[in-house]
């Protein structure tokens, strides 16, 4: 019952991180994009 509920708690935090994870990657992409947009085209 014990292990369970570990691995229960082991899958929900994965989840979390995975989640985390992907909302930074979203976040640096439209952070690069702004970027791009805001850098002069010249060179």
């Known amino acids: 019952m014990q292990a369970q509920c570990r691995r229960h708690l082991h899958l929900l935090t994965w989840k979390i991180l995975s989640r985390i994870q992907m909302r930074q990657q979203d976040a ?16």
Not at 29 to 42: D, F, M
């Open 28 to 43: 640096e992409a439209q952070t690069n994009g702004v970027w791009i947009r805001l850098r002069p085209k010249s060179g």
